[in-house]
């Protein structure tokens, strides 16, 4: 899409503070459309190549997917499985094992408890398709030994 493409009338932006509201208004104050000079408008077109191909999932963390009734953290895992592939796999790992509650055997957040039930999907207003990235946040954050290898640190652990 273009960087201002003339069919946009309104600009949403989600403000829960003050401050981000009052430089909001000063930002929409100060700009016209097409005032953006070539360069500008390249540097911001590279930017978002970056924030896209390194976002895998464009999930923004609004949790209006949840809850899910197999207790999936459906916004966690995919926050989880992004950090994987912008910052690296074992920061990745990390943080999926603690926001899923991998190492608790009370609690189980995990991608691999999605029954595809797909009422999530209707609520998400990225249309994220959340069963088919779900499924990929399975292969590459639950690999064949996840399971043997955390029962095995569940076990020592006591
Ligand atoms: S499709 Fe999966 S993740 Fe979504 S609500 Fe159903 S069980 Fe939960
Ligand atoms: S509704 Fe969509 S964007 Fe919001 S947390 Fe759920 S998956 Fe992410």
């Known amino acids: ?4 493409p003339k069919e946009v009338a309104v600009v949403l932006s989600g403000m829960n503070e003050m401050t981000p509201l009052e430089e909001n208004v000063k930002t929409a104050k100060n700009s016209v459309s097409g005032m953006l000079t070539k360069t500008e408008t390249d540097v911001y ?4 190549k970056i924030i896209n191909d390194s976002y895998k999932i464009p999930c923004t963390g609004c ?5 899910c009734p197999q207790k999936v953290n459906i916004p966690a895992c995919f926050a989880a499985y992004n950090v994987s592939y912008t910052v690296g ?3 990745g790992f990390q943080q999926y094992m603690t926001s899923t509650g991998a190492t608790d055997p009370r609690k189980n957040y995990a991608a691999s408890n999605c029954k595809e039930c797909g009422k999530c999907e209707e609520k998400c207003p990225q249309r994220i398709p959340v069963i088919k990235s779900l499924k990929n946040v399975v292969k590459r ?5 996840y399971k043997t290898v955390l ?3 569940i ?3 006591g």
């Open 1 to 4: 899409m273009a960087l201002e």
């Open 45 to 48: 077109e590279s930017v978002i």
């Open 63 to 67: 949790n209006y997917c949840m809850p």
């Open 89 to 91: 796999r074992l920061s």
């Open 141 to 145: 954050m639950e690999p064949f030994w």
């Open 151 to 153: 029962q095995i640190f």
């Open 155 to 157: 076990k020592l652990r």
